[in-house]
């Protein structure tokens, strides 16, 4: 049974930080490539950043420079460290584990960037 377990959301202010954490179990955890989507209410998922089976990582232009993704194979977990959170980075966060044949999601953790 696959299982993607997303953890680290939470409450934050505008500029603070948050990590997240996506722990896989019942796959082959390195050779996913991993990766992070968000939703936030009312608009469709979006991609943030993935990390390939070989450390290759793409981070799209609203977490650029802000955001990062990493892998550790030994624990079959993805990170993602956010910092200078803004109040548009208000969404749930998916963690998606994707190969040629497979394409699971978490159950999403909430992150919520307000004063």
């Known amino acids: 049974q696959v299982q993607l377990v997303e953890s680290g959301g939470g409450l934050v202010q505008p500029g603070g930080s948050l990590r997240l954490s996506c722990a896989a179990s019942g796959i082959i955890f390195r050779i996913y490539r991993m990766g992070w989507y968000r939703q936030a209410p009312g608009k469709q998922r979006e991609l943030v950043a993935y990390?390939?089976?070989?450390?290759?990582?793409n981070t799209t232009d609203p977490a650029k420079g802000r955001f990062t993704i990493s892998r550790d194979n030994a624990k079959n977990t993805v990170y993602l460290q956010m910092n200078s959170l803004k109040p548009e980075d208000t969404a749930v966060y998916l963690c998606?584990?994707?190969?040629?044949?497979?394409?699971?999601w978490g159950q999403g953790t909430q992150v919520t960037v307000s004063s």
């Open positions: 990390i390939t089976s070989d450390e290759r990582t």
């Open positions: 998606n584990a994707r190969s040629t044949k497979f394409d699971f």
